[in-house]
């Protein structure tokens, strides 16, 4: 049997989109399902196009409920994927998918991360500091933001010439080009 991705997501998706293209024809795994916090992130958009469900929830049934546990075990979901989803993950939910809930990061965690941590702001930190090399860290999640057993880093060099918006497309390309393929080589690894 396929395994079952969920794809947690709080905005564009672009993230979500790439996975979503990658195992569209996989034989090893299938996204069953995407989630939001947001009704009006463009991930619901793109999980539409590819035909797949989306659950948009409130921040309550989040960490007041079973809820979202109940509907991830009822679909069988193998895996949870956190691609630009920005709250912190309960407890129950933790305890529910030991070792099988990823987030990505667009930083060389540990630099540049925690709370309020995300976006442009993660890319200035690192212009500010006049690091040479940036990238991206795909981690295990745990109770505290950002933190969790890394999987995989890839960076790339900040050149004199680079802005922010240079940056921050590179980190992109590496998310993109990283992200399905790390999320295929742990599945392969599950029984
Ligand atoms: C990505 O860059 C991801 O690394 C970041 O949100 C972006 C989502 O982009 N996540 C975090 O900052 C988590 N702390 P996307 O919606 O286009 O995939």
């Not at 933790?94 to 070792?99: D, E, G, I, R, V």
């Amino acid at each position: 049997m396929k395994k079952r991705i969920a794809i947690f997501a709080s905005g564009s998706g672009s993230n979500a989109q790439k996975i979503m293209e990658h195992f569209k024809y996989s034989s090893l795994a299938e996204v069953a399902l995407v989630l939001s916090n947001n009704p009006d992130a463009y991930v619901v958009q793109r999980a539409d196009n590819f035909e797949i469900p989306s659950h948009i929830f409130d921040k309550r049934t989040f960490y007041e409920s079973e809820e979202i546990i109940d509907l991830l075990k009822r679909l069988e979901i193998d895996i949870v994927v956190l691609a630009g989803f920005l709250w912190l993950v309960p407890q129950n939910l933790l305890k529910s998918f030991p070792n099988k809930i990823i987030n990505i990061h667009p930083s060389l965690l540990p630099k540049y991360g925690g709370k309020g941590m995300y976006g442009d702001k993660v890319h200035k930190a690192a212009l500010q500091a006049g690091d040479q090399e940036h990238g991206i860290t795909i981690h295990f999640v745990n109770e505290n933001f950002d933190e969790g057993e890394v999987i995989h880093q890839a960076k790339f060099k900040i050149e004199s010439n680079d802005t922010l918006e240079t940056i921050k497309f590179k980190g992109q390309q590496l998310e993109h080009q990283y992200f399905p393929r790390v999320i295929e080589n742990l599945l392969k690894k599950y029984n």
